[in-house]
């Protein structure tokens, strides 16, 4: 059985070393007390939770998967159990605001326990992972009522939340829903729809659920202008919190996948079942789009995830399973073969997992700090944190999930046919891992939203905010030891600002240009992003070394996966320049029924 | 349902148009028959039966699965008497020997009916393809007693067969195989020991099995020399091919999979077993290697096969599915919204696949023509066709199955959430897909079979026969209107050689090099290669249309996708060249204990 151990050491050294987190949280109001010690001690304790509860759970789970009747939906054994141990350890509040009953927790500490929790059983994290959305839409834009009424047992984990968007004609493309609102003449409203794709739409963990839905009102405009935001729980709730009546809303179906299976994907029917209005009726989408980068941050997460848990399957087996001799002469002379560890190929794949779960890793907290200082710094921070998540979040959503697939499939390919085998527990991964380029918005709807909505609708303003950021960085660690870094991610820093300029002139004269050149632009986007990361924990790395400190070894196996991060991957980024840069024809000149010939 | 249609206008461009193939089979003895005509009409039939009869049970296979019981493996509903009808329409003897009750046509169409068998039905392909390779071995190394014995049974289907090699502890390095043979005073051996992963070990479908063993003698060398080759029947078979006495070998189990689920993969006890040597004690591996070739290709023809039919799954899709409107403004003003083979991201996809699928058609069909003339053509001839083959079956075994796995992945992807849910068909692509970059040597071992055995081993000879050969190709089409792709050819081509010059010089002083590079070399190789099919392909398509022929659209379709081929993707062969020139020092450095840090 695939065994998860959260790795603490790096956990602790992008926290602590690379993004100095103690200097950060102590300048925001309310986070003082997240000390690095604090968060240390929590971490420690989150990881015992996913090692030792979630990770045994993850492959039982997938064997099994979850059962419909018409009763409900019965989770895998083991799930209904973790998840009350996860409530009665407060974990669920952890980062949730002590009006209602939260810890008042960086969210980036909720985005650390959430990579232990869903690496360990990503399928187990979806059902209070997705009662992330639906607590911050209530925060954001829910009445005082509305908030006393579902918030602290959503905070508290008693209850559970959804969000009700797609339906079967309509997932990237929203404008085209049809689930309707008709108003009561006690001011709720009459929904009725079926909603696809909810993950725990309906499961046997908690006592209520409490959907967030995309509907339309009676007279509103057509398309995305027309859609407003309404609760719907299952069963309504009075003043008091205590549940009422069982709402009419029904799992009618839950869908067989590739992966995931131990997570309920539900079809939800909505027969005109009570809701209440969210803010204003048709803001519906903007109301979304205010939580939106969190919630791609949470899903970029799985790559982030799934590459760590490969990497740690793969390297335990690549040390004991022999076959071959190393082709520079026998490294384990008294065994029958040398562990394909020698091998330079299983090594490179290794390198590529690790350099992918590492440098995620580092781009991820960094992204969810730059969140705790929107939420809690002054204006002028806040401004900046929010134009630097504003881009790079498209950017990790999907190059991670992108590369956390990459990953995953290097550890399959690392047991040989034995990855092929569903008891060794690496095309598990595999599978579960597929669905982050899907969900949350697929990679080529993240690639418009980077280039379209935020380098060129910037006018390139939010590309020079991070670009500059990254020119201050190497300018100030003009250091022959990591000039090897610091020298390619110039470079590359500079030819993206031109790639952007170029394919802007392009597309001013046609629109197909911009779409022609999104997704490879991103993945550009992507490399040189990563190696940002790499070669800020390569600098940690070689400051700590040349100060003699502790750990030798841990930021000797940094700076030897920078330099195989800058020497292997970060190359890529040529070709897909030179897609990027090819133009839309290639792509658009043949006519539809050409495709078929 | 995912429906299959077979794509006769490609299959048949490239034998008639592209590999000439009437004048090629014309001067091979044996071949005359085989006009474009007659494999036309055979190529007919043999789409009918795949789109017909195997297409409708990929899904249901796959759903349902084998299941194992003491009395057997039973294999999914509709499989056997599929196997029925294969039998009696001859499909099984189509290009085995006259002398044996086969028909004698050309092996390459038995891969072309490999192909659309393999499209409809991979997991059902697998039962009459793995005869292929224990037919093979009776040919060129067993007895005349042997062969009469077995074969006609065997080509004519009503028997089929397997190779048993693997064992728990060894895939790739069959030096550590331990099961044993003992010789018998009749002349036979008792055979001991456990296969595992052995493809239609055991099934309901034939009324014998026929297993070829690799085994050791009590006396044999330790490693690779000391492994004999037997044939063991499921049934032990009297002088005149009737069945005589259950044999002791037994399928133990099956294993679960991550896809192919169809087919039976069986863990093999041999408990004593009466087996009897083929060929002299000792060359096992050797004799093996006689066919390797023809079985690698074999497999490559899964990646061909995804990538048509996750790309025929799209183009559907893409058709039919309505979201946003193209960014230049309404294609569909009457529609909600736009097909989404509007957006230049979909497209992108769509030709990936598709170059991906008709350039490996063309590599591969060229493979298994030069295997005809190999085996049937002068000495002269057959030497150089050899050589071709020896230098181009790893590149295409393994590039054709990863591009095969990506161009799966795109048709997941283009169905958005969809392609997660399994009625749809297309994961299970993706799943399918998977194994074929793992057995028959993974891509690492093909890369050093390529890059160690082939190229270094020559002395480059075997690459400079094939560079030689697209230089004259190059030389042989100076025409303006194919310049596009010829030049970049020629560079791409001169810059191949200049690389294995460069890695071979690296790896006479460190083997590690040729290790560490071979990977991306074999992939580097692979992307030109199929530039050079693309540019075979373009130029007959640039021909016929400068001489007015009919199908004007069809080759205009392959000239739009030669395009795309050479802007969007070979240029990923410079970001495997810089990854290969990087050196083995960033895979080899660091400490095997830091990886774990």
């Not at 929904?191 to 006592?207: R, V, W």
């Not at 781009?363 to 998540?389: C, F, I, N, P, S």
């Not at 870094?485 to 240009?513: C, I, Q, T």
Request: aromatic share 8%; charged share 20%; hydrophobic share 40%.
């Amino acid at each position: 059985m695939l065994e998860y151990k959260a790795p603490l050491r790096d956990i602790r050294f992008i926290i602590d070393e690379v993004l100095d987190s103690g200097a950060v949280y102590e300048t925001l109001p309310g986070y003082e007390e997240a000390t690095p010690d604090l968060m240390a001690a929590i971490i420690e304790e989150g990881a015992k939770f996913a090692e030792g509860v979630l990770s045994p759970l993850n492959q039982s789970g997938d064997e099994e998967g979850c059962s419909w009747s018409e009763d409900g939906v019965k989770t895998p054994a083991g799930f209904a159990d973790a998840y009350r141990q996860f409530v009665e350890n407060g974990w669920p509040s952890l980062s949730a605001d002590p009006e209602f009953g939260g810890q008042g927790m960086p969210n980036m500490l909720g985005i650390v326990i959430n990579e232990m929790v869903g690496t360990a059983n990503w399928s187990w994290l979806m059902y209070p992972g997705l009662s992330h959305g639906c607590i911050k839409t209530l925060e954001a834009h829910g009445s005082d009522e509305q908030k006393a009424r579902y918030l602290p047992k959503l905070v508290a984990g008693e209850w559970t939340g959804t969000m009700c968007l797609t339906e079967a004609q309509c997932g990237s493309d929203l404008g085209l829903l049809r689930t309707r609102a008709e108003p009561q003449a006690d001011g709720s409203y009459a929904i009725t729809g079926t909603k696809i794709f909810i993950s725990a739409g309906e499961h046997d963990m908690a006592g209520n659920i409490v959907h967030i839905v995309l509907a339309r009102l009676p007279d509103a405009p057509e398309g995305t202008k027309g859609i407003s935001l309404f609760v719907v729980p299952k069963f309504t709730v009075n003043e008091d919190s205590s549940l009422s009546e069982r709402n009419a809303v029904h799992c009618a179906s839950i869908e067989k996948k590739m992966g995931i299976k131990a997570s309920a994907t539900c079809v939800m029917n909505f027969d005109g079942a009570t809701g209440y209005l969210i803010g204003e009726p048709n803001r519906g989408l903007n109301l979304m789009f205010t939580f939106m980068n969190t919630a791609r941050i949470g899903t970029a997460i799985q790559g982030l995830a799934h590459a760590e848990l490969s990497y740690q399957g793969a390297l335990r087996y690549a040390r004991e399973r022999l076959a071959m001799r190393s082709l520079t002469g026998p490294k384990n002379p008294e065994g029958a073969a040398d562990p394909i560890i020698v091998h330079p190929d299983v090594r490179r794949m290794l390198l590529t997992q690790k350099a992918i779960a590492e440098g995620s890793r580092a781009m991820l907290y960094y992204l969810a700090q730059l969140g705790d200082v929107v939420d809690r710094g002054d204006e002028t921070r806040a401004k900046q944190a929010d134009d630097l998540m504003a881009l790079l979040t498209p950017i990790a959503k999907a190059f991670v999930t992108e590369a956390g697939f990459e990953a995953a499939n290097h550890g399959v390919q690392i047991y040989g046919g034995h990855g092929f085998i569903r008891e060794w527990g690496m095309e598990q991964i595999v599978r579960d891992a597929r669905i982050a380029m899907l969900y949350e918005g697929t990679t080529g709807i993240q690639a418009l939203d980077l280039l379209g909505r935020k380098v060129l609708g910037s006018g390139g303003k939010l590309l020079t905010a991070f670009t500059d950021h990254v020119g201050e960085f190497i300018a100030a660690h003009d250091d022959e030891a990591v000039v090897e870094f610091l020298e390619p991610l110039g470079r590359y820093k500079d030819e993206w600002l031109r790639l952007s300029l170029a394919v802007g002139e392009k597309a001013m004269s046609n629109a197909d240009e911009a779409g022609a050149a999104a997704v490879d632009y991103l993945m550009y986007a992507g490399y040189v992003t990563l190696g940002y990361f790499w070669a800020r924990m390569a600098v940690v790395a070689q400051a700590k070394l040349a100060a003699g400190e502790d750990d030798k070894d841990f930021y000797e196996a940094k700076l030897h996966t920078a330099r195989f991060y800058f020497q292997r991957l970060l190359p890529r980024a040529d070709a897909h320049r030179a897609a990027l840069e090819s133009g839309a024809d290639n792509l658009m000149a043949m006519p539809e029924a050409l495709f078929a010939l």
